[in-house]
């Protein structure tokens, strides 16, 4: 037979494919070298090794999923190398799905180099050619990494020039093994299936000291590099980046804390920087910036929503973000609205939730703000506002008489109520200011309830400064904090105590007039002040009259009106007029113990009063006594060792039973106290650095009583 020379050429063609697909294997085919600095994943490796067990006629096939910059190609690139030193005979092949044009010159490549081709010598179908020879020719095991498959819609609809899509040129065999490398937990969902995706979490503290070992060998302390580790949250790009930062500028890692700790600009600036990554194709510069920014502007052109929710979070306490403070419940549809963006944040892995509360990654945040700054600027001071607005709205505001859930919720919302107060707007407005004053206010309240006055007070001056600057002295916003201030400088300014309260009452009266309860309220703490004067008679008079003004426009049973009744107690028994005062200060308690329960803080402190008065009576020594303990174990389970109520117990208990006669058992509560709060005493704050020094005052003094006996 003969054939004309097209046909000849078709069967020559036909016979060299043949010889290519039956060349020997095993073939690698992978674009970098191994990465000398990988350190651990061992149980990771084991997990991908779990994963590709799978029943005969099943496909072995796993993911792996993470955060930008948790080094997710790394590890599967490493498990490359492992893989052939562990089965030789294994052909490996490296995909890049980044991009559908990516996705198709890596499988055109691996073609190339596998000799696969058409009978007609054309490319433009090589990925189908592959997928059938993987499937059907050849011989022995594989292992196919794809990797970046971030795009779910590229990766499932985006068309290749075969016209089909990445996902449907994807081998399907027994003898082959996929691992997917992905940021989407959705896109891990769906390529692992029926798998369980694998989660990339950051380093370990052993890790993460060999990690810096690795490229800072041993110049530096193990307590520096692990505050290096613990202040990049052991993020392994993120620590590669900031050793290639110190290596390129000759700084030590304290250095670079001190730079990275130091002004916002700097901070935010450092995840910018780029280095050379050698074990990435074509040894382009990365940062960490960079890095998540491609999730950052995925994010935004699937779900407006969802960059929104995520510019909001990078304004908050990183940990612990109640939904409350992310989620408009007045607008409409916005349940679900908010949830598909929480969805998507998750997906990209940019957030986790655990029951309705976020948590983020500070170096998410840092390439968040970095984000915004280069597309636009302007956009940090209107999302600032924006989550100002929220914890503002959501703090418990000023209250002599809290909730039962004011507690709780002020230790959620009080980090990320400091975290916003930190933050400079680059344009001050006087509604950021007000609102600012609004939440300097309740924070200041709920830190003087938890016992830390000086912050407290330091709180309310900035408050009140702020307002008086922007409303004037006879707001009624200005009152408030102009009285907050005021209350809480009795133990430190007497004089100064006494004029702000003073003026605080005539503004009221003249404002609101005498019988509204803020003119009440002041009019009680005026007459506090004046009882420090030593004008008994007056203060008398003064919580007199308060404490009849609040009864008629309260009612008995409001906490304004039991204060000014516990205040007035302390002026009786001030001037020695003890059985009124303890009829009073016992009536004060008995009703708060029934309103508000007896393991109340403001219970606990009438509790403590009442104690006080029956200790000044000889005749109740040991109904004093049993009502301190009482008192010293209530306040020790709900405020603490450490708070400042419990220590006013503690201290007053110790010296009454000592001033009793008691002194042995005085002494050994008093070791025993200072053994178990000592240390925290000590480091907390001022205030209680100044109560150890009290305690250890007593102490000697007790030491010296017992030696004189």
């Known amino acids: 037979m003969i054939m004309d020379t097209g046909t000849a050429a078709n069967l020559e063609a036909e016979q060299r494919q043949q010889q290519g697909r039956s060349s020997p ?47 997710k190609s790394q590890v599967a690139l490493e498990y490359c190398f492992r893989r052939r030193s562990k089965d030789a005979k294994c052909s490996i092949f490296w995909v890049n799905a980044a991009t559908v044009a990516r996705f198709e010159e890596s499988l055109n490549r691996i073609a190339s180099e596998c000799s696969i081709s058409a009978p007609d010598g054309a490319k433009s179908d090589a990925a189908q050619l592959l997928k059938d020879w993987l499937e059907v020719e050849h011989t022995g095991p594989w292992l196919m990494v794809i990797d970046n498959v971030d795009d779910d819609d590229a990766f499932f609809h985006g068309k290749m020039t075969i016209g089909k899509t990445p996902s449907e040129c994807i081998p399907n065999c027994q003898t082959g093994s996929l691992l ?31 990690f810096v070992r690795r490229q800072l060998r041993d110049t530096e302390p193990e307590n520096t590099v692990l505050e290096l580790l613990e202040e990049l949250e052991y993020t392994p790009l993120a620590i590669t980046q900031a050793i290639a930062f110190m290596v390129r500028r000759q700084m030590t890692i304290q250095q670079y804390l001190e730079q990275y700790r130091g002004n916002g600009n700097a901070k935010s600036a450092l995840p910018n920087h780029e280095f050379s990554d050698h074990s990435r194709p074509e040894n382009t510069p990365e940062s960490v910036a960079k890095t998540w920014k491609l999730s950052f502007e995925e994010i935004r052109n699937s779900n407006r929503k969802a960059a929104d929710l995520l510019c909001l979070i990078n304004f908050f306490q990183h940990h612990g973000i109640p939904a409350i403070l992310l989620q408009d419940a007045d607008e409409l549809g916005e349940s679900s609205h908010f949830q598909e963006a929480a969805d998507l944040l998750k997906a990209f892995s940019i957030i986790d939730e655990n029951d309705s509360v976020f948590s983020t990654h500070r170096l998410v945040q840092l390439a968040t703000r970095w984000w915004l700054e280069e597309e636009n600027p302007e956009d940090i001071d209107k999302w600032a506002f924006q989550a100002l607005k929220s914890i503002t709205s959501q703090f418990p505001a000023p209250s002599s008489q809290p909730k039962s859930d004011y507690f709780k919720l002020g230790e959620i919302l009080l980090p990320h109520a400091e ?84 003026q605080v009452v005539e503004y009221r009266r003249e404002i609101l007039g005498d019988d509204n309860p803020m003119t009440i309220d002041s009019l009680s703490d005026l007459a506090t002040a004046i009882l420090l004067t030593g004008d008994y008679t007056e203060s008398e008079r003064m919580q007199r009259e308060a404490l009849a003004r609040s009864e008629q426009v309260l009612g008995l049973k409001h906490n304004d009106t039991l204060n000014c009744m516990a205040h007035l107690a302390t002026v009786l028994d001030e001037q020695g007029k003890t059985e009124e005062a303890e009829k009073l200060a016992l009536k004060a308690y008995e009703i708060k113990r029934e309103l508000l329960g007896h393991l109340h803080p403001d219970t606990l402190v009438a509790e403590h009063n009442l104690a006080y008065m029956l200790s000044q009576d000889d005749e109740k020594v040991d109904e004093a006594i049993s009502l ?45 106290y200072i053994a178990e709060v ?16 009290q305690f250890d005052v007593l102490r000697d003094t007790l030491a010296e009583s017992a030696g004189n006996e």
């Open 180 to 210: 997917f490398t992905t940021r989407s937990r959705k896109v891990a969902l769906d390529v692992a299936n029926p798998a369980t995706p694998i989660v990339i979490h950051e380093l370990g503290k052993t890790e993460g000291l060999e």
């Open 25 to 71: 294997g095993p073939f690698w085919i992978v674009p970098f070298g191994r990465n000398i600095s990988f350190v651990g994943r061992n149980e990771t490796f084991t997990e991908i090794d779990q994963a590709f067990e799978v029943k005969d006629g099943s496909q072995p096939r796993t993911a792996l999923c993470g955060p930008g910059g948790i080094r």
């Open 678 to 693: 000592g240390d925290v005493l000590q480091r907390k704050n001022t205030r209680t650095q100044e109560w150890f020094a």
């Open 419 to 502: 975290w916003i107060l930190q933050y400079q707007f680059k344009k001050t407005t006087k509604d950021s200011e007000i609102i600012r004053a609004k939440l300097l206010a309740s924070t200041g309240r709920f830190i003087h309830w938890n016992g830390n006055y000086d912050e407290a007070r330091s709180t309310f001056k900035e408050s009140f400064e702020i307002n008086y600057r922007n409303l004037g002295e006879k707001h009624v916003d200005t009152l408030v904090s102009m009285g907050l201030l005021g209350w809480t400088l009795a133990t430190f300014d007497q004089d100064l105590f006494f004029l702000i309260l003073k």
């Open 628 to 672: 301190y303990r009482r008192n010293l174990r209530n306040k020790s389970e709900v405020l603490g060792l450490a708070h400042s109520e419990t220590l006013t117990t503690a201290y007053n208990l110790i010296s009454y039973l000592a001033s009793n006669d008691r002194v042995s058992e005085a002494r050994a509560l008093c070791e025993k």
